[in-house]
């Protein structure tokens, strides 16, 4: 792995102060609905909580990477780019480094996929998600048929591409050289991202326990999750003009495309789940209300984050009602990890 030495811009410094400093309590107001509870979570949050949250559970890891005891090739508390030949094509990906890392404690790593005609580093900055002690590895897309980065899944994406593999050769690399818990490897994007990550989720259930999925285009191409349960939170703004809540049919440029209505294709992906008919409702700020399925036959939650008049962005710290990005995610991804049978075969063919 070769490092830039590149630093984070500013935009992700202060994203990912964000993450470290105490956010200010009761940021918004709003009355409450009869039907929805107003349980805004506590959104007093620092890195060193969350540290303290990934050691704990670091020392129930059963199943950890080949990469443990090793010592890191990258430097600590920075993001250093990392080129990696998949099928002919060197793809790249970014890849943070906690500055709480150690080689001989279980860390979790969150793979993270960029909208179409966005990028990695533009996701990082939006996100915040390198202020979370965790490895988080940024992924490129391929430049589709009109030069601009894309995921497989996407209507104009460049025929050949396997995000997939790479995906899933990515992984192999990180826990090549880190010490990884295996059990709790997850996927994120965010549009077309969001897409592909649950793409991978469903291709790759032996290696990714959860996805969270930011505005996400659930394209036809990407539907191969029907009849396969995955841990899912998505987040979803009312006033969509990119990705529609109400869901519909794209411009012809996108290929005609037909996307699902969200509040449907969640309420399917729960189905799929075996999860209880009535889901729990609590409100994170002004217009912004969680549903979350959590009693669920084969053990994966399903949540949706509905933003009332949300476009296609990166929801801020503020329109989540004063939890960042990061650490809401965190919080439905810190209880997810791999099945026992997936983990028990895990262990079993791991090589010695």
Same mark, same amino acid.
């Given at each position: 792995?070769?490092? @830039? ?55 129930? +890891? ?16 920075? @993001? ?8 002919? =094509? ?62 497989? =899944? ?10 997939? +593999?790479? @995906?899933?050769?990515? $992984? ?50 990407? +539907? ?5 349960? =995955? ?11 990119? $990705? ?17 209505? $969200? ?7 729960? =189905? ?34 509905? $933003? ?20 809401? @995610? ?9 099945? +026992? ?12």
């Amino acid at each position: 792995m070769r490092s @830039t030495g590149q630093r984070l811009g500013l935009p992700a410094l202060v994203a990912a102060a964000v993450v470290v400093l105490l956010v200010a309590t009761d940021v918004l107001s709003s009355a409450m609905a009869p039907d929805v509870r107003d349980e805004r979570p506590n959104p007093v949050v620092s890195v060193a909580r969350l540290s303290q949250d990934v050691a704990r559970t670091a020392a129930d +890891a059963t199943d950890v990477s080949r990469g443990c005891s090793r010592p890191s090739t990258l430097p600590l508390g920075r @993001t250093s780019e990392v080129r990696l030949p998949v099928d002919g =094509i060197e793809r790249v990906f970014r890849l943070h480094v906690p500055s709480s890392y150690s080689p001989s404690r279980p860390t979790p790593l969150l793979v993270a996929f960029h909208g179409r005609h966005r990028s990695g580093a533009l996701l990082e900055a939006d996100s915040g998600l390198s202020g979370l002690p965790v490895l988080v590895a940024y992924p490129e897309g391929v430049r589709n048929q009109v030069g601009r980065l894309d995921w497989q =899944i996407g209507p104009q994406a460049t025929r050949g591409v396997d995000d997939v +593999a790479m @995906t899933r050769a990515l $992984i192999a690399r990180v826990q090549q050289g880190f010490c990884v818990d295996r059990d709790r490897v997850y996927a994120l994007g965010h549009s077309n991202g969001g897409g592909m990550a649950v793409t991978v989720a469903c291709a790759l259930p032996d290696q990714v326990a959860a996805v969270v999925a930011i505005s996400g285009a659930f394209y036809d191409r990407a +539907a191969g999750c029907v009849g396969s349960p =995955i841990s899912l939170l998505e987040l979803h703004g009312t006033a969509d003009r990119v $990705i529609p809540y109400q869901g519909g049919r794209l411009p012809e440029e996108f290929g005609r495309t037909t996307l699902p209505r $969200i509040s449907r294709w969640i309420r399917n992906q729960a =189905i799929v789940n075996g999860c209880e008919t009535t889901p729990a409702q609590r409100r994170l700020g002004r217009g912004v209300v969680q549903v979350t399925w959590r009693e669920c036959t084969t053990g994966h939650p399903v949540s949706l984050v509905r $933003i009332g008049g949300g476009l296609h962005r990166v929801p801020s710290t503020r329109v989540l009602g004063g939890t960042p990005l990061a650490v809401l @995610t965190w919080r439905f991804l810190r209880t997810q990890h791999l099945p +026992a049978d997936v983990r028990a075969a895990q262990v079993a063919d791991a090589p010695r």
